[in-house]
């Protein structure tokens, strides 16, 4: 089968497509023929060998020291079951699925191997694979944090970065949740923000959110950016201050913040994935209350081309790694 592999740590280039052995299912497995994967942050930081600001020196250590010790990355995907394993009861062949790999990686390759208690879900009935894909990441990231603020109907919710693959997600599960959002992203992201419902959109460029007069119930910052001084004066008492990216400088602000401040902050943990978790954005999904936002699709022989696009701060939403044929790619550029 072919895959994007790696075996240094390094730009872009250092991802080569090549033929590898196809895996064979073990008898709690399912044998997915991939459709299509994307590439987020985390597929990054995984290829550079580095992560969030302090934890280089970690996750070189979690990845493999001196060299990748898997060598193919992508944690979203989307494909169909092509075999099972003897003690596999959640899937059959045929079924259309998408899903998290998590810490296993291996979505860049035209098969992957996964235990059935994965999270791992038949796919929603109303999406493409390419927009499948581009589900888990974003969307289990964004509940998991937006479920800790145990929002209510009518408060105020900031998404800062609401343009990102975490920050379109949680604007939409965020009004599902009956909140007042407001978005706040770069110029040429402005149209697309309020395309996702956003009742507010604020534009970094030439305008400071934290100085309008508004204080918010909960601030969300999906991207590691936001002002944190003034985040936290935007905040009302009691309000939550949410924080997706994990980098130490931030952690010890967080840490300082809730020893010494009426503000609350949100887990400062790993997002925790579950089967149930995916299904309930899938139910959300085919009700119509969400849609993932595709900035761009590229294949699988472009995959270096996707991780200069993703690092070039430009992408709107997620890009999609067509691994597959699958036959009606989305676009939107």
Known sequence: ???????????????????????????????????????????????????????????????????????????????????????????????????????????????????????????????????????????LTALFFLRAANIQ????????????????????????????????????????VESLGADKVVDYKTEDFSKQGVTYDVIFDTIGKSPFADSVKALKKGGMYLFATFGLPRMLQLFWLKLTSNRKVGPLATVEEHVEDLVFLRDLIEAGEIKPFIDRCFPLEEIAEAHCYVESGRKRGNVIIIVNDTNHVETRT
């Open 153 to 192: 109907p009518n408060q105020k919710v900031l998404v800062f970065g609401a343009s990102g693959c975490v920050g379109t997600a949680a604007v939409q599960i965020a009004k599902n949740f009956g909140a007042e959002v407001t978005g706040v992203c770069s110029t040429s992201k402005v149209d697309m």
């Open 1 to 139: 089968m072919k895959a994007a592999v790696y075996s240094q740590y390094g730009t872009p280039d250092v991802l080569q497509v090549k033929e590898v052995a196809t895996p064979t299912p073990h008898d709690n497995e399912v044998l997915i023929k991939v459709k299509a994967a994307t590439v987020t942050r985390f597929d990054c930081w995984m290829r550079q060998g580095t992560g969030p600001a302090g934890f280089g020196l970690i996750s070189r250590m979690a990845s493999g020291f001196n060299k990748p010790k898997q060598p193919i990355l992508g944690t979203e995907l989307s494909g169909v079951v092509e075999a099972v394993g003897e003690t596999v009861t959640r899937f059959k062949i045929g079924d259309p699925v998408f899903g998290f790999t998590g810490a296993r990686l291996g979505a860049y390759a035209e098969y992957i191997c996964l235990p059935d208690d994965s999270t791992l879900a038949t796919l929603p009935e109303n999406l493409s694979y390419e927009q499948a894909a581009a589900v888990p990441y974003g969307s």
